[in-house]
């Protein structure tokens, strides 16, 4: 089995936007009152968007499975615990190479994901406590995921374990 390692880099706008957008106001509000700034973020979902709260535990920094959505922009925000790494890679028809995914540590910031964006199917805590998000996506691509369907058309999974490939961070 051949090992990759890849560094664990702190999340900015720009490191990050190749994979999606990470929640900060983007510019003018795009609507408010005197007390009140609001912007309006491009959530895309073709069908009835389902919210979750979701613990991720401590574990080996080790990716066995990346997925991609093809059509939602999934989104996760951290609401308390460990601040947690995602593994990505831009959006492609075919598996990236593991060389090319990027490991970022999310600080506690919110993520979108573009759609068809490369990524690790959990985040992993840094610390020995779980971390918790918000995680907003669509009501048809988890409950295929978590169905087990033999041939998703929402998402794409990859194995690297089984393509003989070790992908560890940190």
Do not use: D, K, N, Y
């Given at each position: 089995m051949r090992t990759v390692r890849l560094p664990i880099i702190p999340?900015?706008?720009?490191?990050?936007?190749?994979?999606?957008?990470?929640?900060?106001p983007p510019g003018e509000r795009d609507f408010g009152r005197d007390n009140f700034d609001g912007w309006i973020m491009p959530f895309q979902v073709?069908?009835?968007p389902r919210l979750q709260y979701v613990r991720y535990k401590p574990r080996d920094h080790a990716v066995q499975l990346i997925e991609q959505h093809l059509h939602v922009t999934e989104t996760r925000q951290q609401i308390s615990g460990s601040h947690c790494v995602l593994v990505v890679a831009a959006p492609s028809v075919e598996p990236p190479e593991p060389e090319t995914m990027t490991a970022f540590d999310l600080?506690?910031?919110?993520?979108?994901?573009?759609?068809?964006?490369?990524h690790s199917i959990d985040a992993y805590p840094l610390?020995?406590?779980?971390?918790d998000y918000l995680?907003?996506?669509?009501?048809?691509?988890?409950?295929e995921l978590f169905d087990g369907t033999a041939s998703p058309t929402r998402s794409r999974v990859h194995d690297f374990a089984k393509a003989g490939i070790n992908l560890v961070f940190g």
């Open positions: 999340i900015t706008a720009a490191a990050f936007a190749p994979f999606g957008r990470i929640f900060a073709e069908g009835p600080s506690g910031h919110g993520i979108m994901l573009h759609p068809g964006t490369w610390a020995q406590e779980p971390g995680f907003l996506s669509e009501e048809a691509t988890v409950r």
